[in-house]
């Protein structure tokens, strides 16, 4: 067992969580969390350990003082079984696969099999989670697991939301 996976095991029999991590993206410049609060106020202080542990960090690291982060974390409900499967996707699959379209909001996905196959080698997201080739640490799919039991159930809903551009109905949820 490596020194980290030994460390979150550890740290998890000690802790009550205040979330549940349900999916994660991390971009060159932001990152995107789909978090189920399990405690009132749960999501808040989560948001703020993590800001402030990372901020400690990296200012140590890199001998440096002030904030990192140029405003306070965003957040929206979502109270909607279709908007939280397309936020499993946008978080896990659309996001990455920006990189390589970037016009994707604007034109759709040009090329979907590329942009699956992208999406699936992107090591900095819950997708390949999802499709049950990898097991996160952190990763707990919650209320995910009823909704997408098996890693067929996942890949068939972001192959759908790909094809059907059904991204386009509700991006204007996403808070970009």
């Not at 957040?75 to 390589?100: F, K, M, T």
């Not at 919650?142 to 059907?164: M, Q, R």
């Amino acid at each position: 067992m490596n020194v980290l996976k030994e460390y979150v095991v550890q740290q998890g029999r000690k802790r009550d969580p205040l979330v549940r991590v349900l999916a994660y993206c991390m971009m060159g410049n932001h990152y995107h969390l789909l978090l189920e609060e399990i405690r009132e106020g749960g999501i808040t202080q989560f948001m703020r350990k993590l800001g402030t542990g990372y901020a400690s960090y990296f200012n140590k690291k890199h001998s440096r003082t002030g904030v990192l982060f140029q405003s306070r974390f965003r957040n929206i409900l979502v109270d909607d079984e279709r908007y939280l499967q397309y936020l499993l996707v946008y978080i896990n699959v659309l996001n990455p696969i920006g990189i390589i379209e970037q016009n994707w909001k604007e034109e759709g996905i040009q090329n979907i099999e590329e942009a699956l196959a992208f999406a699936e080698s992107y090591q900095f997201s819950s997708h390949q989670d999802y499709l049950g080739k990898r097991g996160s640490l952190i990763l707990d799919k919650g209320i995910l697991t009823e909704l997408l039991p098996t890693p067929d159930a996942y890949a068939n809903l972001v192959k759908s939301v790909l094809e059907e551009k059904k991204y386009r109905a509700i991006e204007h949820l996403t808070l970009e």
